[in-house]
């Protein structure tokens, strides 16, 4: 007898609910810091960087570059269909890193290749959380 | 005699929350940072020059990551509600032996609204609860190997150099009558295992077992008084970086291990050449290539050499991991404790791959997924 675990989601905090309101539109956002002129992420209610508050939520343009990956064969509750999977850290192009998945594309190393172009989809999860995912740049 | 510690360590800054009573809008790891803004500020004091960090509830590593800090210094010590006085006791010690300059202490809890709540791991509301485990993270072989593309993308780092650690590791673990694996392995028997996470293979995982250990210290005078010849602590080390393995600064280097590691060798006036023997936690096989170049063994970039010239091995000019390590001895899930054992017997004289003439050992060994770093450098000379 088995019991099928769920798929990990996220619990937005006050400090991150405008990031996952973005992704619900479609819309990756990431926090800017104003005085040191630098997006920063994961969200937090000041800059990491230099403790200000004049900082402010951005729509960033979805783009960056394949970082860094694993292909993880065992998969986590709720990803049963989908192994083996990446597991990877998107640069994006306004700076900061992030973990996703890179979908759309055969999870073998040869397709995979370190620094090469990616876009964000978006997979709406359920009626609240909607999660940024990658895939390989379109006319890359 | 015990150093005079008395009027040597003061509190330069404190305060609390904006507010205190119903905060529903700011969840536990915020209410840590919001405190220690407002007593950086009531400090007057630079944040980048704090390099000690205690806290309870949440972890120091995660409070540190949080604010930006990278300490050198860490007190996780949670017992309760008195933790906050065992931290002043401990950042006495650690500030009257050098360890670090400023410590700063945080508390934040959301008791009431329970907005974020922490605790070990981190339920969905925490931060790789948020930014991690949505995408498929799965304990350690999911996240930990999560660096090693973009070092072999940095310095040609191939997957042959990856598995000889697994082949090093099992040469010793040979000699090793309480290792778990002992039969010999080959490049290829590595790279012909089950794949676990790519670039992993399952023999490039370490052992999942039950087991544990135990040390005892005292002063070094009261020390002559025990049967055992005593291992002296020369240096320590400590610190933290990421509180995920997705937001480390630069995927191709550990900053924790480097600055855990610097510490140590700092406080034991040694230099990287007199240390004889290495013992440097292999969760999986990239991780003491990671120490190797951070503690400055090699250089950045050499550790796939020498691991691939079985520098590390039996008969090599640097013996890493002569127990078997986590790899082939035995890894129970906290392995740091038996990186620990390993150094003493070599330096009594015990080990089953016993080294002629070791006189300083060194045991490192990461927290989480890089998250945490330390270091222990001993010796048996007198």
């Known amino acids: 007898m088995t019991t099928r675990r769920q798929r990990a989601l996220p619990q937005p905090t006050p400090e991150t609910q405008p990031y996952w309101d973005g992704c619900k539109q479609h819309e990756l956002r990431l926090q800017y810091c104003n005085d040191c002129k630098a997006f920063f992420f994961y969200p937090r209610a000041f800059c990491p960087t230099c403790l200000s508050d004049n900082i402010e939520w951005r729509t960033v343009s979805g783009k960056g570059t394949l970082h860094t990956y694993v292909i993880s064969q065992r998969p986590a509750p709720g990803f049963e269909d989908e192994a083996p999977y990446v597991i990877a850290v998107v640069r994006l192009n306004e700076g900061p890193h992030l973990m996703s998945n890179i979908v759309n594309v055969e999870p073998k190393p040869e397709n995979l290749k370190p620094d090469m172009p990616l876009e964000v989809i978006f997979a709406e999860m359920n009626e609240t959380i909607t999660l940024p995912r990658f895939q390989p740049a379109k006319g890359a | ?382």
């Open chain 2, 1 to 382: 005699m015990a150093p005079d510690l008395r009027k040597q360590v003061a509190i330069i800054g404190a305060a609390e929350t904006d507010t205190v009573g119903v905060i529903p809008d700011v969840s536990e790891i915020q209410l840590h940072a919001n405190a220690a803004r407002n007593a950086i500020r009531d400090a007057g004091i630079d944040k980048n020059l704090i390099d000690g960090i205690a806290s309870a509830g949440q972890s120091p590593v995660a409070v540190a990551d949080y604010l930006g800090i990278v300490p050198q210094y860490l007190d996780g010590t949670s017992v309760g509600g008195c933790s906050f006085m065992i931290h002043v006791s401990h950042a006495v010690a650690a500030l009257t032996a050098g360890y670090c300059n400023y410590v700063l202490i945080t508390h934040g809890e959301s008791g009431r609204s329970r907005v974020g709540k922490g605790g070990f791991g981190g339920g969905a509301s925490s931060i790789p609860g948020q930014f991690e485990a949505p995408y498929g993270t799965f304990g350690a072989p999911s996240q930990f190997p999560v660096p090693i593309v973009r070092h072999m993308q940095k310095y040609g780092t191939t997957e042959e150099q990856l598995a000889a650690v697994a082949v090093s590791t099992r040469a010793w673990a040979a000699k090793n009558t309480r290792a778990m694996m002992r039969d010999p392995i080959t490049i290829d028997d590595v790279l012909n295992s089950r794949l676990i996470s790519w670039p992993l293979h399952l023999l490039e995982c370490c052992l999942v077992t039950d087991g544990g250990g135990a040390l005892i210290l005292t002063t070094a005078e009261k020390a002559r008084d025990f049967k055992k010849p005593p291992v002296y602590v020369l240096g320590t080390g400590e610190s933290c970086e990421d509180v995920m393995v997705s937001t480390m600064h630069d995927f191709t280097e550990s900053r924790s291990f480097k600055t855990s590691g610097d510490r140590a060798f700092r406080l034991a006036g040694i230099e990287r050449k007199d240390v004889n023997h290495l013992q440097l936690y292999d969760a999986f096989v990239h991780t003491p290539m990671y120490a190797l170049e951070a503690l400055g063994f090699v250089k950045p970039g050499e550790s796939g050499p020498f691991f691939a010239e079985m520098r590390g091995a039996p008969g090599g000019e640097l013996p890493v991991n002569t127990n078997g390590g986590g790899l082939s001895y035995t890894h129970t899930g906290m392995y740091g404790m038996f990186a620990l054992q390993e150094s003493v017997r070599q330096l009594r004289g015990e080990a089953e791959a016993q080294l002629p003439n070791v006189k300083i050992s060194l045991a490192h060994g990461p927290g989480g997924m890089f998250s945490a770093a330390g270091t222990v450098i001993m010796t048996n000379q007198g």
